[in-house]
């Protein structure tokens, strides 16, 4: 029994540790989002500064090369809301693929490369 409980322990220690870490590199992530977000002028003249509410996977598949993820991200601006979609790669504060929702239903590419994404005009792309 006891050598069943030194097992346990380490069990949840092991699962403590990974969830700390997993939890860190998602808040790294998001703060790095905000920071790419607030140097964009697109995004200052629509919404000011921003800060990133919530954040998720989108549908879409990622443009970018190996190592990044399509996020879907709901932006909280001095200005209003709205909802962005963005390749974020892990250690680069750089968009790639980044559109801009607005509540009125208009879609703008924050980058040139989204640019032709908008301009096919996909019904919503911060799905």
């Known amino acids: 029994m006891k050598g069943f ?28 989002a905000e920071a790419a977000f607030n140097h964009n002028p697109v995004i200052a003249q629509y919404l000011g ?32 809301n709205a909802m962005a979609v963005s390749d974020l790669s892990k250690g680069s504060e750089e968009l790639s693929y980044a559109i801009l929702c607005l509540s009125s239903g208009e879609n703008i590419a924050l ?10 005009g996909r019904e919503s792309a911060c799905q």
Request: with cysteine.
């Open 5 to 32: 409980l030194r097992i346990l322990r380490y069990l949840v220690l092991v699962i403590a540790v990974v969830a700390i870490f997993f939890t860190w590199q998602w808040y790294s992530l998001k703060k790095e």
């Open 49 to 80: 500064k921003v800060s990133v509410e919530k954040m998720g996977l989108s549908v879409f598949s990622a443009q970018c090369p190996s190592g990044c993820e399509h996020y879907l991200m709901k932006l909280r601006g001095e200005k209003g």
């Open 111 to 120: 980058t040139k490369d989204a640019e032709l994404i908008v301009a096919n």
